[in-house]
Structure formats: structure tokens, C-alpha cells
Nanobody, 116 residues
Framework: QVQLVESGGGLVQPGGSLRLSCDVS????????MGWYRQAPGKQRELVAR???????NYADSVKDRFTISRDNAKNTVYLQMNSLRPEDTAVYYC??????????WGQGTQVTVSS
């Protein structure tokens, strides 16, 4: 059962940009939040960005002014535009959806590697 599918990860040099996409199955109803988490080797999973059903966005301090989260309600897709990438941004990025207030969904993850 595949309900969230990420794409757009890859290898990019420092200072470069990537745009991640997450396609959310329309079978997931009552979406309260959509967002992105990431987990780097040896690190805990952390929230990168989140956008509410009303369009309000929140970001981790480490990515503020560099990343932008957005959503396309018609397509049930959430995006993460990542600019000015740094090596410390290297991680597996996971799409996340909160449905209502009790149901959590996760994508399979997409690797982002920032390196020369």
C-alpha cells in the first residue's frame, strides 16, 4: 500500500538547489498537516518544514530563509524547494502527513546528498 511517494532527491554540490515532491494518495482524507522530516546518519529524525491545511508554514531554524514548503491542493502534492544547500543538509528526507489528529503517514524517503 503506497500512499505517499517522494521524488526529486539526488546529489548536488554545495550552494545548489533541489526540489522535492511528495504525491499524496487521495485516499488519505482530512489532511491537517503536510511536511518534511529528515534523518542524517547518526542523527535523530528532525522536522524540516510543515504546512497546514490553511497554508501556514513552519521551518526548522537550520533551513529558514533557504527552504520553502508549498502545496498544490488540486494535485494533493507537497513540495520542498531547497536552495543554498549545505553538506549538513545531507539526509534522507521523508514526506509526512497528519490526517485529522490521529493518523500519521510516511513516505519511503528520498536521499539528498550535498557534496563536491
Amino acid at each position: 500500500q503506497v500512499q505517499l511517494v517522494e521524488s526529486g532527491g539526488g546529489l548536488v554540490q554545495p550552494g545548489g538547489s533541489l526540489r522535492l515532491s511528495c504525491d499524496v494518495s487521495r485516499s488519505i482524507f482530512r489532511i491537517t498537516f503536510m511536511g518534511w522530516y529528515r534523518q542524517a546518519p547518526g542523527k535523530q529524525r528532525e522536522l524540516v518544514a510543515r504546512i497546514s491545511s490553511g497554508g501556514s508554514a513552519n521551518y526548522a531554524d537550520s533551513v529558514k530563509d533557504r527552504f520553502t514548503i508549498s502545496r498544490d491542493n488540486a494535485k494533493n502534492t507537497v513540495y520542498l524547494q531547497m536552495n543554498s544547500l549545505r553538506p549538513e543538509d545531507t539526509a534522507v528526507y521523508y514526506c509526512y502527513v497528519l490526517s485529522g489528529w490521529s493518523d500519521n503517514y510516511w513516505g519511503q524517503g528520498t536521499q539528498v546528498t550535498v557534496s563536491s
